[in-house]
């Protein structure tokens, strides 16, 4: 069925190293794939997005990269800060005004 | 800040109660989603709307019901409430960009006693 799926439930890194993770997913029709911060009792703050036609975009800090052959994306985070210490989701939807479908999410704490 | 608010932060209530969550999308924004986050669970969609029409439905129980309005904001009535519903209710609206990217509000806590 449909669904969208992160590797790993926990991720420590050290302040200053660079942070990567990773997300699958299943809907070969997803037209995009946005990534999500959610730090406690907050909603999910939007970080960047990417269409299914690119396999790589930049934002400030963060990176996304899209294997579609795999079906796997990643969200790269650069000098890691300890504001960076969140739950990420990623999601896949289809058309422009479609629900979204979201992973289970990554913690990722950072240590000072 | 996301620009999508939501009202009330907090609601504790008792079972077989109902409850009425509203929510206010971003400016110009036309389309109005629902999530519900409970621990077991992640964030699940219930329901959309575009432009005061229904657009989607999720795993909204009967119980469940939304609505939006001619302002586009949105109200999310949960009826005959069960200890179950209790969880983070999330109102999210997208624009016209060039994804679906949605832009979440802060959630109302939901506590059924």
């Known amino acids: 069925g449909e669904s969208v799926g992160l590797h790993l439930p926990t991720l420590s890194v050290q302040e200053g190293d660079n942070s990567i993770i990773n997300c699958a997913y299943s809907?070969?029709?997803?037209?995009?794939f946005i990534w999500y911060k959610q730090e406690s009792g907050k909603g999910p703050q939007f970080i960047i997005d990417?269409?299914?036609?690119?396999d790589k975009r930049q934002g400030q800090r963060v990176t996304v990269l899209l294997n579609k052959t795999v079906k796997h994306l990643s969200l790269q985070i650069a000098a890691t800060q300890p504001g960076d210490s969140a739950v990420y989701f990623c999601?896949?939807?289809?058309?422009?005004?479609?629900?979204?479908?979201f992973g289970k999410g990554t913690k990722l704490s950072v240590k000072p | 800040d996301s620009g999508v608010t939501q009202t009330p932060k907090h609601l504790i209530t008792a079972t077989g109660q109902r409850v009425t969550l509203r929510c206010s999308p971003r400016?110009?924004?036309?389309?109005v989603y629902w999530y519900q986050q409970s621990l077991d669970q992640g964030l699940q969609f219930l329901i959309q709307?575009?432009?005061?029409?229904?657009?989607a439905k999720g795993n909204i129980l009967e119980r469940f019901s939304a609505q939006q309005f001619p302002d586009l904001h949105s109200e999310l009535n949960l009826s005959s409430l069960e200890l179950g519903d209790s969880a983070l209710y999330f109102c999210?609206?997208?624009?016209?960009?060039?994804?679906?990217?949605?832009?979440f509000g802060p959630g109302t806590r939901l506590t059924v006693l």
């Open positions: 999210a609206s997208s624009g016209s960009g060039s994804t679906g990217a949605q832009y």
């Open positions: 809907n070969s029709a997803s037209d995009y």
């Open positions: 990417i269409r299914s036609n690119m």
């Open positions: 999601a896949g939807g289809e058309g422009s005004q479609g629900n979204l479908i």
């Open positions: 400016s110009g924004d036309l389309s």
């Open positions: 709307y575009y432009n005061g029409e229904e657009r």
